[in-house]
């Protein structure tokens, strides 16, 4: 066991934050392309555009692959493919280095993959949707672990008590970071962002 | 032992723990290799799973950093005490002359 409490190094040189040729980095161009935001650079560069298809072929092979198994019918293909592409995009867009467990055991956790394990508790209450999720460390003098705090906005059903769904979604929270990272808490900040029309409301446990 | 085989071990004894799915870039770079048709043999794996040793000499600790996948159905700190439990068991079965104790961290980087 080690007594390291700092993060340990970003990605390397040769790591997976591919760097494409005319500059732009590859997590870039497929978040823009995901967003569908339009993108003049994207439309005049080559090594771009290559990106962009290579990720149209990486998701159609994925979708092939699952199709192709002989035991694809025991599975939902289109969650499957989901989780995959999940995995894709969490290793080109990792965030930071988040502390997991005691100050002193040197395990981490990479921010992404903790956010998502929070947006989706808070989305197991009922009309909740979660938005973006920011998780911030904060160290004090004299105290070796960090103080980690998550500050979660969601959309809420109009018709919801909003106190009681709060506490809903707090609970679920805190139940899905200790239960499923083991990461310790020291607060969860909901803001409730936008009410949802009974017609816009998710229903529980979507799948994501 | 190289170095290469010294990676190979510590590789699968972390792809046997308990929780593990697979290091690091085992999706995104191996199927993007493979579409592109320029697969880098050893690139994968070393990426995930970097070792360097300080001190020379063949005594000097060694520095380990895993980048490991979660299953969704496990907890992801028991997983990282376990993946960081077997590279030190593995290291001490192929260095049982060194006594510094190992360096290792590990990261948890995505949840299945």
């Known amino acids: 066991m080690t007594a390291r409490t700092d993060p340990p190094r970003p990605s390397q040189p040769d790591g997976d934050d591919e760097l494409l040729p005319c500059g732009r980095s590859l997590a870039e161009v497929w978040d823009l392309r995901e967003q569908e935001k339009h993108d003049p650079h994207l439309e005049g560069c080559l090594h771009c555009r ?138 969860i900040d909901i803001r409730i962002t936008d009410l949802l029309d009974a017609a816009d409301e998710p229903g529980e446990g979507t799948d994501r | 032992m190289n170095g290469t085989a010294h990676i190979d071990e510590v590789a699968r004894a972390v792809l046997g723990v308990e929780g593990v799915a697979f290091l690091k870039p085992g999706v995104a770079q191996q199927v993007r290799s493979a579409l592109a048709g320029t697969g880098r043999a050893g690139a994968t794996r070393a990426s995930g799973l970097r070792m ?46 060194t006594t510094a104790p190992a360096r290792i961290t590990v990261t948890v980087t995505g949840l299945l």
Do not use: K
């Open chain 1, 50 to 187: 290559r990106a962009v298809d290579e990720l149209a072929v990486l998701e159609t092979s994925v979708r092939r692959l699952r199709e192709q198994s002989s035991t694809a019918e025991a599975y939902d293909a289109r969650a499957l493919t989901h989780r995959i592409m999940d995995v894709v995009r969490l290793e080109l867009r990792p965030g930071r280095p988040l502390p997991l467990g005691e100050p002193d055991e040197d395990l981490w956790i990479m921010e992404s993959a903790a956010a998502r394990t929070v947006r989706a508790a808070a989305e197991t209450v009922r009309g909740v949707r979660a938005g973006s999720c920011r998780i911030t460390l904060e160290r004090l003098p004299g105290r070796e672990a960090p103080l980690i705090d998550v500050r979660l906005e969601i959309h809420a059903p109009a018709s919801a008590p909003l106190q009681d769904l709060a506490e809903q979604v707090r609970r679920s929270v805190l139940t899905a970071v200790d239960g499923t990272l083991g990461m310790v808490l020291n607060g």
């Open chain 2, 52 to 97: 360097s040793r300080s001190g020379g000499g063949g005594e000097g600790t060694w520095d380990v950093d895993v980048h490991i996948v979660v299953l969704g159905e496990a907890r992801a700190v028991d997983v990282a005490r376990g993946t960081r439990a077997a590279v030190a068991e593995c290291l001490r079965r192929m260095f049982p002359e």
